[in-house]
């Protein structure tokens, strides 16, 4: 464990720092006419968690890339978080996780080298979790110090996930709580309760590996991770590439059970507004209040899945083997006004 604060180095954390989506868009735009392949089977106009590319024998590549500032003091957690958060694209796209490459921006006349190399430990702590190497890497002299990976995986065309393909109908499920957003800037502000300290942590360590048995699943139809964006932005792109929209039950929502206590001590990051700037048009909430958990910024959170009626009993039970509560908290319907309503 580290005794130096690595939070106290950067002006955001985790998939907190994310470039609002609005933003993003504007970004994006481009006046180079992009080269046509036919073997891209998820490039950027999905939103998707990796891009596909077709190997033309049954199987796909899948690249990804993921990196961010520090969401935790400890430089080895930190590390294991951010490799986590980058190799979890992989599963939620039904893959396994081939290699990774490390993404390390340092301020070397700000933290010693020996800090670096414990974030890398926890990068290679993930890796090994996930059953890869993590093969070599690109360092950088930077103001704030950053980590992340990229990761290639591969996966089966037969059982690939997107987040675009989820069909009238489907239910909706969480494999991690909302919530970690709120208590990590609880605990940069110094308000986070010691018994409430590992808790976002150990949910950020955790990969998501189910989702390669998610994948085997037919009746899973759609399947994406929560993470920066929060879990209205990354249902607002499942149901706007699906052309459907989503009705949810507030209560009914995987969400850690202290945050109000912290919401009420203005626990919540600034992600949060820019969340529900970029997604709050397609959102009628039943509560203007509901929007402080639904657009809390998860880091490495976990897997949403669509699933269909046919296969929800399956679905529920690999849940509940895994330890995972099977809770349905919404349903995808026909196309309205919004995309999301939230009772």
Not at 155 to 174: E, H, I, P
Not at 242 to 264: R, T, V
Not at 265 to 282: A, D, F, I, V
């Amino acid at each position: 464990m580290s005794e130096v604060k690595l939070t106290q180095y950067s002006h955001g954390a985790g998939c907190g720092c994310k470039i609002a989506p609005s933003v993003l868009s504007d970004i994006l735009k481009s006046n180079i006419t992009p080269i046509h392949d036919d073997k891209l089977i998820v490039g950027n106009s999905s939103r998707d968690d990796a891009a596909v590319y077709d190997m033309g024998d049954g199987t796909a590549i899948i690249s990804t890339t993921d990196f961010f500032m520090p969401i935790v003091d400890d430089a080895f957690t930190f590390g294991k978080i951010a490799a986590t958060n980058a190799i979890s694209d992989i599963y939620a796209m039904g893959g396994q996780p081939l290699l990774a490459i490390a993404i390390l921006g340092w301020p070397v006349n700000k933290l010693s080298a020996d800090v670096a190399a414990q974030v890398m430990d926890g990068g290679r702590q993930a890796c090994k979790e996930a059953g890869i190497v993590l093969a070599g890497g690109h360092s950088i002299d930077s103001p704030e110090p950053i980590f992340g990976l990229a990761v290639t995986g591969r996966v089966d065309l037969s059982q690939l996930k997107r987040n675009d393909t989820a069909t009238k109908g489907c239910k909706l499920y969480l494999t991690k709580p909302l919530g970690v957003g709120i208590l990590s800037t609880a605990q940069k502000k110094g308000l986070l309760k010691e018994e409430h300290a590992r808790i976002a942590p150990d949910l950020m360590s955790q990969l998501n590996k189910l989702g390669q048995k998610l994948a085997s699943i037919n009746g899973v139809k759609a399947m994406t991770d929560i993470t920066g964006f929060s879990l209205i932005g990354h249902l607002s792109e499942m149901c706007e590439g699906s052309q459907l929209s989503a009705q949810l039950q507030f209560d009914k929502i995987p969400q850690l059970e202290m945050l109000q206590e912290y919401i009420d001590q203005k626990c919540m990051p600034g992600g949060t507004t820019r969340n529900w700037l970029s997604y709050g048009e397609h959102v009628e909430l039943k509560d203007i209040r509901y929007k402080n958990i639904l657009c809390d910024p998860q880091t490495s959170g976990g897997l949403l899945i669509a699933v269909d009626d046919g296969s929800i009993d399956e679905v529920e039970k690999l849940l509940k083997d895994n330890g995972i509560a099977p809770i349905c908290f919404g349903e995808l319907i026909d196309l309205e006004e919004k995309l999301i309503y939230v009772d």
